[in-house]
């Protein structure tokens, strides 16, 4: 018995794990809750199964409260990779729609889907028939939960009034909000609606969100449809792209078309063509955040649901040691504008200057964000010391009014720092001390000199140049003055014949003295003898006056005077010494011829130069 | 304006003392008053007490690095930086100036790409610019004109002493000249270093407004006068970029009244 039952347990869970492996599912759901008897509503059937080839067959429940309006039936199959095997996904959504047949509560029961022999259904739904004519109450689609469900202006469903008519290809920008307020989030979403195959798309070109600060909420890689029945019409919905948006001002803002090129056609080779469409503009009120109620000082950055908490780590510390207070403020809005409360001093305490870190996320297609400011504490004295409650008011515009978020008050036990960790202990310091930021200024003011620098002034080149200058001049002096000083020997050899020459006159000046009496022969031939000697000691460096007539003659020789000048020369010396020495014997004329002579043998004695 | 702070502050603080008030107190008096209005957070009143003092020609370091500090602290980055540039062309060894002016080009929005086009002449101006270049060029007057007397008299009354002198003399003035030389260079280079004031500025092909402009620069950045012509000034940045600027958005780091020399 108990091995039975073991087996049919087994069966029951190969059953329902083959069942999971297929991986099935079927819904259905209507598009209003209730409809007026002279109306209709959709009845949504869809199916999707993890096959290829295999279809699920749906059986519509039993409808006796209803009349089948019309039917309609759509397929999609999505191709994909998981864990590198292909799997396919085929949605069959079959849309009935049904028109009441009586008033009050109506039932649709569940519709059966066939697949692989196994059977499955929907859940049953209700429907509240209303009179004719009376309007019913829209219904909220089940999937897409409304962003705001406070929100008087917003757009649930973002085709609610797209109308296609015969277009292909429709390029479709949507807000969920038309009156938002300054700060708070919409949602730009664009949309491709096609009821061709489109291949791609290229050159998307949003349009310039100026007056908005906006954030990436999705940008699809790759074109995932969503099918959906516009006007009667299957078409294939493609979100492009969906973008966060915050209103920086109030009024009137228009949101120009975006633009796209689509490709059409199957892969590369069949009837592949390019479209370009453009979408509608948008226009939207941003409203003023409103002024009754408005708290003192607000911040116009501070909108959204936000939340704020503070923390100090640890609570508990010795005099001296930092701790690190803590604010985070959490929530859905645009963090990048908050504003957030500011610790101010508190008595023994000493702070630091805060550092803060902003962290962006989208969650269900909503912008949050956490701001987290850290500031360093130096608790200066012992005892308790309570870090006060911090407030931040905000305008929340889910619920259209000013709040105020605030923090607890936090407890710091300072006690004494021990005498041995005091002294020292490396270890434990926190306080870290990065290089930068801007110094302090000086309080003492020195003059500095801007006088131009030496070697722009007059005197600083001339003075280089005076040095070598002066030196050249004391140098150049003393090379002019040995060049100007003269030899007295060469003196003498230069003037010797001008000598003999002045002392031939000299003779002259004598003979004629002689004859007018006033001189004698002797002083005349005295002088013609030193012309002589005179000139033959200057110019030729013979002391004829120590020599003897042969040792005269030997050197004149030497010196390479011709023996007949040699002989003339000794022979006057003979005649002067003879009249000086033995007067009487000379007369005038005899004296003229001898001056003569004695003139000539210069001329001739000059002919051969000294050392010769 | 300032000078109507300025006569305002001194006649109160003489009429307070009761006495003349010699130039120096006047001015150390203001500076005070200009640092008390910083520390307050008064950077406005602060700057406007600087500036008085700017334009009774006084020219100190500190001085102009608290101002190019007021500036910083007010978003005014060009004016931060050219003050700050100006405290170190008056004392190159300033680290505090140092310190703010790297802290002010943390910030600038001009990002310079490519190599350096002045092969370095700029890091060269800077590490030469704290050489005694004035008191070297006095040293150099100095040992030359002494060595070139040893010279002489050694060549009027040779003696080896004298010979020995001078050379010794000759080798200190030639130390000398390179610090000059090196200090000159430096010198020479910061008279046309120039800052961009104005917040941004474009850069054009040619001194007019309607020549093309292939760039912008932005305050802070610091650049190179290469010409002047019709209210524009042709700058360079380090890496080579060259433009006509209008004259007013930058501005020289050594002011007309600081140096006699010729800029261009």
Request: some cysteine; aromatic content about 6%.
């Amino acid at each position: 018995m108990s091995r039975r039952t073991g087996s049919a347990l087994f069966a029951l869970l190969v059953a329902f794990a083959a069942a999971a492996a297929e991986d099935v599912q079927v819904s259905a759901r209507t598009d209003a809750d209730e409809v007026a008897l002279d109306g209709t509503l959709n009845l949504t059937i869809t199916a999707t199964v993890s096959s290829k080839g295999d279809q699920a067959e749906l059986s519509l429940p039993d409808l006796k409260d209803f009349d089948v309006v019309s039917r309609s039936q759509s397929e999609q199959v999505a191709f994909t990779f998981v864990n590198g095997a292909p799997t396919f996904r085929r949605t069959t959504v079959t849309t009935v729609k049904l028109a009441p047949r009586r008033e009050g509560q109506l039932a649709i029961e569940a519709a059966r889907v066939t697949y692989k022999g196994r059977a499955y259904t929907t859940q049953r739904l209700s429907i509240r028939a209303l009179p004719p004519g009376q309007s019913p109450t829209p219904k909220a689609r089940a999937q897409a939960p409304p962003p705001d469900r406070f929100a008087e202006d917003a757009i649930t469903d973002p085709f609610q009034d797209v109308h296609p008519q015969s277009r292909d290809l429709v390029l479709r920008a949507s807000i969920d909000r038309e009156r938002p307020f300054v700060g708070q989030q919409i949602s730009y979403s664009l949309y491709l609606l096609a009821r061709v195959n489109v291949s791609g798309i290229d050159k998307l070109q949003l349009p310039r969100l100026d007056g908005f600060w906006s954030e990436e909420i999705e940008a699809p890689q790759q074109l995932v449809g969503e099918a959906r029945i516009i006007d009667g019409v299957p078409y294939r919905a493609f979100l492009l792209r969906k973008r966060a948006l915050f209103p920086l001002r109030a009024g009137k803002v228009q949101i120009d078309p975006a633009e796209v090129e689509v490709m059409t056609g199957f892969g590369m080779l069949f009837s592949r063509s390019s479209t370009r469409r453009s979408s509608q503009p948008l226009t939207l009120e941003v409203q003023p955040l409103p002024e009754t109620h408005k708290p003192d000082g607000f911040d116009a950055g501070n909108v959204g649901s936000w939340t704020l908490t503070a923390s100090v780590d640890p609570v508990a510390v010795a005099v001296g040691q930092p701790v690190t207070f803590k604010l985070v403020a959490q929530g859905r809005g645009n963090v990048r504008n908050l504003a957030l409360p500011k610790l101010g001093q508190i008595p023994g305490l000493r702070s630091y200057d805060a550092t803060s870190n902003d962290k962006e996320a989208i969650e269900q297609g909503q912008v949050t964000g956490m701001r987290t400011v850290e500031q360093l504490l130096v608790p200066e004295r012992t005892g308790a010391i309570e870090i006060p409650s911090l407030s931040m008011d905000l305008f929340d515009p889910a619920q259209k009014a000013y709040r105020t978020v605030r923090t607890g008050p936090i407890r710091l036990e300072v006690h004494a720092a021990p005498a041995s960790a005091a002294i020292g202990s490396q270890a434990q310091a926190q306080n870290l001390l990065a290089a930068g930021g801007l110094r302090p200024i000086r309080l003492r003011m020195t003059r500095a000199s801007v006088a131009p620098p030496p070697w722009t002034r007059g005197w600083f080149w001339p003075l280089l140049a005076t040095g070598p200058l002066a030196v050249a001049l004391v140098a150049g002096t003393g090379r002019l003055r040995r060049l100007l000083a003269r030899d007295p020997a060469e003196e003498r050899v230069k003037k010797a014949r001008s000598a003999a020459r002045a002392r031939l006159r000299g003779a002259e000046t004598l003979l004629d003295e002689q004859r007018r009496g006033n001189a004698s022969a002797s002083d005349f031939h005295a002088e013609v003898a030193r012309a002589l000697t005179g000139y033959l000691t200057d110019k030729q460096g013979i002391a004829a006056a120590g020599m003897t007539r042969e040792e005269l003659g030997r050197a004149l020789l030497d010196r390479g005077h011709p023996p007949g000048t040699v002989r003339a020369v000794l022979a006057v010396l003979d005649e002067c010494d003879r009249a000086r020495f033995a007067p009487g014997g000379a007369d005038l004329t005899s004296q003229e011829a001898r001056l003569e002579r004695a003139g000539r043998l210069l001329g001739e004695l000059d002919k051969v130069r000294r050392g010769a | 304006m300032r000078r109507v702070a300025l006569a305002a502050l001194c006649a109160a603080s003489a009429a307070q003392a009761g006495v003349s008030v010699p130039p120096e107190a006047r001015g150390n008096a203001l500076f005070d008053q200009a640092n008390a209005a910083y520390l307050s957070g008064e950077t406005s009143r602060a700057v406007a007490g600087y500036e008085a003092l700017l334009e009774e020609g006084l020219a100190s370091p500190e001085l102009e690095t608290n101002l190019g500090a007021a500036y910083l602290r007010q978003g005014k980055r060009g004016l931060a930086a050219l003050h700050l540039e100006r405290a170190l062309f008056l004392d190159p060894s300033d680290d505090d100036a140092r310190a703010d002016l790297l802290e002010v080009r943390r910030g600038n929005v001009d990002k310079l790409e490519g190599e350096s086009e002045d092969g370095g002449a700029e890091a060269l101006a800077r590490a030469l610019a704290p050489l005694p270049g004035p008191a070297a060029a006095v040293a150099l007057v100095a040992l030359w004109s002494l060595g070139w007397g040893l010279l002489g008299a050694n060549v009027l009354r040779p003696r080896a002493a004298l010979g020995t002198s001078a050379i010794a003399c000759f080798l200190l003035a030639g130390a000398a000249a390179l610090v000059t030389v090196g200090s000159t260079a430096a010198h020479r280079l910061t008279l046309r270093r120039a800052v961009v004031v104005a917040q941004a500025a474009p850069a054009r092909e040619g001194p007019s407004d309607r020549a093309a402009s292939h760039f912008e620069v932005h305050e802070g950045t610091a650049l190179r006068i290469e010409d002047e012509d019709q209210g524009f000034r042709r700058v360079k940045l380090a890496n080579g970029l060259t433009g006509w600027v209008p004259a007013t958005a930058v501005e020289p780091v050594v002011p007309p009244g600081w140096s006699n020399q010729r800029r261009l």
